[in-house]
Nanobody, 115 residues
Framework: QVRLVESGGGLVQAGGSLRLSCAASVTIFRPGAMGWYRQPPGKRRELVAT???????NYADSVKGRFTISRDNAKNTVSLQMNSVRPEDTAVYYCTIAILGLDHWGQGTQVTVSS
């Protein structure tokens, strides 16, 4: 069974940077789209960014120009570089990787931005 493990979350001051990473527990043959979602306190889970197997990216308007998603197909990892973070970026962040058409999710990592 594939397990995704996120790392890099924590406490950061507003205006600072943080880098999240997500790695699969097994080697994945031809992984599909990868992405990051987040769930702010008391709110629904929402899209942050996605990246296709070909490298095309899509971002939520709220993070455009501040966050960058990237992937390493050889290592089956997906990362999220978060710059100029804001208190409203506080959330549990989840990574997802599509494998044979099925989305797999990580357990989530907490990001807290202090003002």
């Amino acid at each position: 069974q594939v397990r995704l493990v996120e790392s890099g979350g924590g406490l950061v001051q507003a205006g600072g940077s943080l880098r999240l990473s997500c790695a699969a527990s097994v080697t994945i043959f031809r992984p599909g789209a990868m992405g990051w979602y987040r769930q702010p306190p008391g709110k629904r889970r929402e899209l942050v960014a996605t990246i296709t197997s070909g490298g095309s990216t899509n971002y939520a308007d709220s993070v455009k120009g501040r966050f960058t998603i990237s992937r390493d197909n050889a290592k089956n990892t997906v990362s999220l570089q978060m710059n100029s973070v804001r208190p409203e970026d506080t959330a549990v962040y989840y990574c997802t990787i599509a494998i044979l058409g099925l989305d797999h999710w990580g357990q989530g990592t907490q990001v807290t931005v202090s003002s």
